[in-house]
């Protein structure tokens, strides 16, 4: 864990932080006005413009575990650019989406992306994908607050509830009074400050560095961290390879911006289709770019600890921009990077306790939501934000005093991952047979569900390939169980687009 305890930071650096998670819940309040129907809580209206879905969208899935501990793969010896391998699958994976997924979401006006299997499949189908969203979501963002937390508790010297509570309220305030409209436009300040505390975090270390620009540049070449292509098919150390990234990257890419109502909500918050494919498509260009400048950190951390700091090479790379920020960086610029920390596990929070209130209303029970008065509606979608914020605290607390690795933590991040690979091989299902029997779809859920967590667990296979075969599985079962099921003409049992 980020050794952040044994670091004191100045008060000014503290009240930085403090004024900081204030005015992004007083942001919140004030977008909040005006917000007085669940379309625009959940929709934004439908005018929201372009620029901002697409920082949303990258600010989004940009959390603190990313800010933190991508630098540390180009940090670590043997480390390099690799990485930057994954972020070119992942603008594949959002090509795919933008032709065969994003038109799904248009054609009749979707209001969650698992509206689809309801038309397709029918809507025991519907409420099972959304709740492994569900499930996924509040499990995986409440362990980002819990290592967004532990960090905040170090620094701040808190008790862990307390950082919970401070992380949780802030989060929570916008997204009850703004709604989505709200989440966006923080998002977009949230991007803001995570990236010029990057560019601060880099400029501050070539600056610091004797020789400069050449300097790090001549260490990044002769340590090989300056290495971006590895073209082996199967890399015998199991590091990421180019194919293993373009892959494996386009399948998880697939999943999250096409299958994930995290993500997937942000498009109908677009004027049209054409605004909300120009957000999705060039969010992988600025991912990969981001990704550029964390791992140019990386790089840079190794050649600073290496000059001035020698003992410090061999940390753990997850802690090694932490111990840089905390006891390396001047005062109040500290301060500035630690509210970076802190903005990119924001944006993506509010981003999920939004979308998941979304997704129990409208895919659960719809009806009976729908029949209510809007101000009723309203309160109940603000309650259902509430409900899911402290659900995600309970998640954080609950994996606190149980003394989480950081190993278990990173493994339980990645459930969002594959749970969107399950949901995506139904999306394929509905693109290639057009539509099934609900009970057979669902069989293909709970079967690719049992094979993932068997392989998660028993296997030592890399993440990278969790969501390919999650999609696989519930493609293949699904397809497989429809042709058995007409071979020996039974009916297909598809419920209407009117059941509920």
Not at 16 to 23: C, E, K, Q
Not at 131 to 160: E, K, N, S, Y
Not at 197 to 225: C, D, H, K, M
Request: aromatic content about 12%; hydrophobic content about 55%; charged content about 10%.
């Amino acid at each position: 864990m980020i050794p952040l305890a044994t670091l004191a930071i100045h008060p000014i650096d503290v009240a930085i932080i403090a004024i900081y998670l204030v005015g992004t819940t007083l942001l919140g309040i004030w977008l909040g006005n005006g917000g007085s129907s669940t379309n625009d809580f959940f929709l934004g209206s439908k005018n929201l413009p372009t620029w901002a879905l697409l920082l949303s969208i990258v600010a989004t899935e940009t959390s603190t575990v990313t800010f933190l501990s991508v630098p540390g793969l180009a940090f670590e010896e043997g480390g390099n650019f690799g990485f930057l391998q994954l972020a070119l699958g992942f603008i594949v994976g959002r090509v795919l989406v933008l032709i065969f997924l994003l038109p799904l979401y248009f054609q009749n006006e979707i209001s969650t992306a698992y509206e689809v299997f309801q038309r397709r499949f029918g809507p025991s189908t519907r409420r099972l994908a959304s709740l492994f969203f569900l499930i996924a979501r509040t499990l995986g963002d409440g362990l980002r607050l819990f290592l967004t937390a532990i960090a905040l508790q170090q620094v701040m010297q808190l008790p862990f509830e307390w950082s919970v509570a401070i992380l949780a309220v802030a989060t929570a305030i916008y997204a009850l009074f703004g709604g989505v409209r709200s989440v966006v436009w923080n998002d977009c300040l949230q991007f803001g400050v995570y990236m010029a505390g990057a560019f601060i975090a880099l400029s501050v270390i070539l600056v610091r560095l004797p020789g400069g620009t050449e300097q790090y540049f001549q260490f990044a070449s002769e340590t090989g961290r300056l290495r971006f292509f590895d073209l082996e098919l199967i890399t015998a150390s199991g590091h990421l390879s180019l194919w293993a990234g373009l892959l494996g990257g386009a399948m998880l890419s697939l999943a999250t911006h096409g299958a994930d109502q995290l993500i997937v909500q942000r498009y109908p918050c677009a004027k049209d289709q054409r605004s909300a494919g120009w957000a999705l498509l060039w969010s992988g260009p600025i991912v990969l770019a981001q990704f550029a400048l964390f791992l140019a950190i990386g790089v840079g951390l190794a050649c600073y600890f290496a000059e001035f700091d020698p003992a410090k090479v061999d940390i753990p790379g997850d802690q090694a921009l932490a111990t840089f920020i905390v006891g390396e960086l001047p005062l109040g610029i500290r301060g500035i990077i630690l509210a970076a920390v802190f903005a990119a596990a924001m944006s993506a929070l509010s981003s999920s306790v939004n979308s998941s209130s979304s997704s129990l209303l409208q895919d659960f029970v719809r009806q009976a939501w729908s029949d209510l008065p809007e101000k009723k509606r309203l309160r109940l979608a603000r309650a259902f934000t509430l409900l899911f914020t402290l659900s995600q605290a309970v998640v954080a607390i609950i994996a606190f005093r149980g003394h989480f690795a950081e190993t278990v933590v990173n493994q339980a991040l990645a459930i969002a991952g594959f749970s969107a690979g399950l949901l995506l091989g139904l999306f394929f299902v509905a693109l290639t047979l057009g539509r099934a029997s609900s009970s057979l779809a669902n069989i293909g859920l709970l079967t690719g569900a049992v094979v993932i967590t068997l392989i998660a667990f028993q296997t030592s296979i890399s993440g990278y390939w969790y969501s390919l075969i999650c999609c696989g599985t519930s493609f293949g079962v699904t397809v497989f169980l429809s042709f058995v099921s007409s071979w020996r003409g039974e009916p297909s049992q598809v419920a209407s687009l009117e059941e509920d």
